[in-house]
T-cell receptor, first 112, second 117 residues
Framework: DAKTTQPNSMESNEEEPVHLPCNHS???????IHWYRQLPSQGPEYVIH???SNVNNRMASLAIAEDRKSSTLILHRATLRDAAVYYC?????????????FGKGTKLSVKP | NAGVTQTPKFRVLKTGQSMTLLCAQD?????MYWYRQDPGMGLRLIHY???????AKGEVPDGYNVSRLKKQNFLLGLESAAPSQTSVYFC????????????????FGPGTRLTVL
C-alpha cells in the first residue's frame, strides 16, 4: 500500500472548523482514501472514505485533490469529543486481506 | 448489537506464562483481525482471518497463534509471553461488501491492555 504523510499534531478551538491534511503522492488508481480516528483509550473508529469525488457523512467531509495526491478531512464544528488521533490510510481495492496499515496519524487537540 | 467485544480488558503476565485473548463479534462478519499498538505508534497487524477455519499471518506474527473455530470468535494466543509483547491488543472485524471487502469499514473492539513482567 502507498504511504501517507500527516502532521504529527494540530490544535483547534471548540466550535470552529478543522482541516486535517494528508499527502499521498504515490497513490495508485486503485487506492481508496480512508480516515479513521482513535479517541483516548479506545479502539479506532471509521470516519469516512472516498476514491475521487468529495464525500460527506454525518461525521465529516472528505475533500480529495483533483490529482488525488492529497486529501483533507474536514470537521465542520469541532467539539471536545473530537479530540483524537486521526489516521489517513490508503487501501488498494485489489487486495484480499482487507487489513488497515496505520501510520502515526495526527493528534488533534480541541480547546474550549 | 454489542459489536466487537474483547476479553479480558487488562492482564498482567510473567515472562513465560501463556494466555488467550478472546474476540467476539455479533455482526456476522467474515473478516476478523488482531492488531497490536505500542506507545505512540499506529496499529500493526498480527494475524487475520477471512472466514471460519482460516487464518493467515500479518506484519508481526512471531510469538502469537490464532484460531477461528467459529465465525463469531477469533482467539489470539501467547504460548510463552515475553516483555516485548507488552502492548494494547485490538480486534477488528469487517464484512464482505458487494464491491469487495476493502470498500467497507472495520469495526474495532475496545482493546486489551497486556503487561508482561
Amino acid at each position: 500500500d502507498a504511504k501517507t504523510t500527516q502532521p504529527n499534531s494540530m490544535e483547534s478551538n471548540e466550535e470552529e472548523p478543522v482541516h486535517l491534511p494528508c499527502n499521498h503522492s504515490t497513490i495508485s488508481g486503485t487506492d481508496y482514501i480512508h480516515w479513521y480516528r482513535q479517541l483516548p483509550s479506545q479502539g479506532p473508529e471509521y470516519v469516512i472514505h472516498g476514491l475521487t469525488s468529495n464525500v460527506n457523512n454525518r461525521m465529516a467531509s472528505l475533500a480529495i485533490a483533483e490529482d488525488r495526491k492529497s486529501s483533507t478531512l474536514i470537521l465542520h464544528r469541532a467539539t471536545l469529543r473530537d479530540a483524537a488521533v486521526y489516521y489517513c490510510i490508503l487501501r488498494d481495492r485489489r487486495g484480499s486481506q482487507g487489513n488497515l496499515i496505520f501510520g502515526k496519524g495526527t493528534k488533534l487537540s480541541v480547546k474550549p | 448489537n454489542a459489536g466487537v467485544t474483547q476479553t479480558p480488558k487488562f492482564r498482567v503476565l510473567k515472562t513465560g506464562q501463556s494466555m488467550t485473548l478472546l474476540c467476539a463479534q455479533d455482526m456476522n462478519h467474515e473478516y476478523m483481525y488482531w492488531y497490536r499498538q505500542d506507545p505512540g505508534m499506529g496499529l500493526r497487524l498480527i494475524h487475520y482471518s477471512v472466514g471460519e477455519g482460516t487464518t493467515a499471518k500479518g506484519e508481526v506474527p512471531d510469538g502469537y497463534n490464532v484460531s477461528r473455530l467459529k465465525k463469531q470468535n477469533f482467539l489470539l494466543g501467547l504460548e510463552s509471553a515475553a516483555p516485548s509483547q507488552t502492548s494494547v491488543y485490538f480486534c477488528a472485524s469487517s464484512y464482505m461488501g458487494l464491491a469487495g471487502v476493502l470498500y467497507n469499514e472495520q469495526f474495532f473492539g475496545p482493546g486489551t491492555r497486556l503487561t508482561v513482567l
